[in-house]
Structure formats: structure tokens, C-alpha cells
């Protein structure tokens, strides 16, 4: 059962934050919001203010990018992720109760009593201790019953041979094993941040090889004389590989090969390099009796996740909602740019 997104019950981060003396940075203890109070989403009679989702946005800032800048757009992105799981966690929990789901008392209080054996020698935990248990406990509490609503919905018994035979049929491209091709290579190395005439050099010294492979020489005589490469010793056979597993300006070149052609100098990352293209493996099905469990245990995944996805989209459609998106960054996408790959 795949789990709740974590940004949303940071509970443990929180609390470390705390004990350590970061409490700015963790949820403070339940407090009637001031009356200015800005407010961002409204979902049903709840409001998320500004400083709730900023609370949320800083701990999957931390968790999604560490300590790395992101784009503008990752942030544009996430912002709006953030803001959607605060709304459906508003929703979510209202549902568990509505269905009569109590919390685990026992549980919550086996992690109440870990927080005590962690943080119980911190002067900031001795301080606070009143508080942040008050604010934790709250934060259990729910997490412990949309744990229960999200493994109750998410449940499903197992398909039919039947039935995965169709989800099989439905989506070769899950059960297709992606072309491969069989390479040599003969390397000549060259560290990256080296001059352009040392890569000249190397270019020559490559197609001097070149014309040594035109005029009949064996492949791989010349790989285990010249080449630099691990596969050297291997007469620089590579094996089997497929798309990702070759740097993509090689890809690219092998792509457009044909089996037993060498290619012309190419450069890699490495060095200057010769590549011939010793085979071509197309892509292939595999048979339904070798993927019978990967395909069961994917059409089991996918239900569980089109039933999850379709209890958040029904509540959502229940409940009005109104978000002021006006304080996030504009997506790039909205804006007329082309949104980076990821």
C-alpha cells in the first residue's frame, strides 16, 4: 500500500527542529488564529492561512531539494503540490471521521514515549515539552486515522487470471522488453578538462585506427592494443545494453547504425572513441506466463491508486474550495515558456 506523502506529516522533522531549538521551524501549539490573519485556501468552513502552508512548504522545500537552489518553476510547482495536499488532508480527515475512524491510542502513545526517549535530554524538549506534545499529539491523531481511511480504501481482493490477462493485453508497453544492442568500443582517453589540442590528438590517433579497421583489420585486435577502456580485455565488447545505458551522443550514432558498421570518431565523456554495432535486439513482448505477477502486482498498484485518486477527487467535488494561487509563482507553462524536463 503505497503511504501518505510525507511532506504532509512531518511530525518526527518537527519535533527534532525542536528539541534542537529550531522551533521556529515546527508547528506551534493549537492557538485561535489572530483575527488579521491571512488566509490562503478555504476549504469548506476550514481555512489554511498563510502561515500554515508556509510551515508545510518549508518542511517538502527541505525534503525535495535539501540544500540545492531549484528553479523557479520547481518551486511554482511544488507550491501548488502543497497547497493540494493541505486541502485533501482537510478533506481526508473530515471523511474519517464522518466514517467513525478513532485514532490508535496505543500507537500514538508508543511514538509519544519514543519522542520522550529521543529528546528527554534536551533543555529546549525540558522547556517545551507541555507544548509540543499538545501540538504532536493533534498531529497523530490525524495521521493515525487517514492511515486507517487510506488503507480501508485502498484495499481490493486479489484479480482474476481473467482479469489480469486484460490488463496485460491493455498495456504492452508495460510487459516489453526495450530494444538492445550489442557494442564494442575502443576508447582513447581523455581526461574531460584537457586542452583542444590533446583532443585533437586523440581524434587523429582515432582515425588512424579507422583507416586501420577500412583496410581490414580485426576489430577486436585493435581494441585490445589501443583501447582504454574496461572492455579492452574483452577485445571491447561491451555486451547487451539499451537506450540509457550508453552516453546519448552514442545512442544517437548507434541508432542510426547498422549491424557490423563501425562508427566514424565520436566523442564521449571519456575520451575519443570507435563503436561498432555488433547486434540489434528489437523490442519484445515478453509472454504473459513470464510477467503473470509483475503484471498482477501492477493492475493491483493501479487500483489502489485510481481508488485513492477517485475518494480525493469525489470529496473535493463535495466540498467548495476556493485557493488563492495569486501568491505562488506563475507556472511556466502558464506563462507561454516550455517547462524543463525533469
Request: proline residues 6%; positive net charge.
Amino acid at each position: 500500500m503505497k503511504k501518505m506523502n510525507t511532506v504532509m506529516s512531518g511530525t518526527a522533522l518537527a519535533l527534532a527542529l525542536l528539541a534542537a531549538g529550531g522551533a521556529s521551524a515546527a508547528p506551534a501549539a493549537p492557538a485561535a488564529p489572530a483575527a488579521a490573519a491571512p488566509v490562503l485556501a478555504k476549504v469548506g468552513d476550514t481555512v489554511i492561512t498563510v502561515d500554515e502552508f508556509n510551515a508545510a512548504f518549508v518542511m517538502a522545500a527541505r525534503n525535495k531539494f535539501f540544500h540545492g537552489k531549484p528553479p523557479a518553476n520547481d518551486i511554482a510547482a511544488l507550491q501548488r503540490e502543497v497547497s493540494d495536499q493541505l486541502v485533501a488532508r482537510i478533506l481526508l480527515v473530515k471523511e474519517a471521521k464522518q466514517r467513525g475512524i478513532k485514532p490508535d491510542a496505543g500507537e500514538i502513545q508508543k511514538t509519544l514515549d519514543g519522542y520522550e526517549r529521543q529528546y528527554g535530554g534536551s533543555e529546549n524538549w525540558k522547556k517545551n515539552r507541555d507544548k509540543m506534545l499538545a501540538s504532536v499529539k493533534g498531529r497523530l491523531e490525524e495521521d493515525s486515522v487517514l492511515a486507517q481511511l487510506e488503507k480501508s480504501v485502498r484495499f481490493a481482493p486479489p484479480p482474476t487470471e481473467k482479469e489480469v490477462r486484460a490488463y496485460y493485453a491493455a498495456n504492452p508497453q508495460k510487459f516489453t522488453e526495450p530494444e538492445q544492442v550489442r557494442v564494442s568500443l575502443i576508447l582513447l582517453r581523455v581526461d574531460p578538462s584537457s586542452p583542444t589540442e590533446v583532443w585533437l590528438k586523440a581524434d587523429a590517433e582515432t582515425h588512424d585506427i579507422l583507416k586501420k579497421l577500412q583496410a581490414g583489420e580485426d576489430f577486436a585486435t585493435l581494441a585490445k592494443k589501443y583501447s582504454k577502456d574496461a572492455s579492452s580485455a574483452q577485445g571491447g565488447d561491451i555486451g547487451y545494453v539499451h537506450d540509457g545505458m550508453l552516453p546519448r551522443g552514442a545512442h544517437e550514432i548507434v541508432k542510426a547504425m547498422k549491424v557490423g558498421e563501425v562508427s566514424n570518431p565520436v566523442q564521449l565523456l571519456e575520451g575519443m572513441g570507435l563503436i561498432k554495432l555488433v547486434d540489434r535486439r528489437t523490442p519484445k513482448l515478453s509472454p504473459f506466463e513470464k510477467v503473470e505477477n509483475r503484471a498482477r502486482d501492477l493492475l493491483i498498484r493501479d487500483r489502489s491508486d485510481q481508488a485513492w485518486a477517485r475518494l480525493i477527487a469525489d470529496l473535493k467535488k463535495k466540498t467548495p474550495t476556493h485557493v488563492d494561487q495569486s501568491q505562488f509563482l506563475p507556472l511556466a507553462e502558464q506563462s507561454g515558456e516550455r517547462t524543463a524536463p525533469k
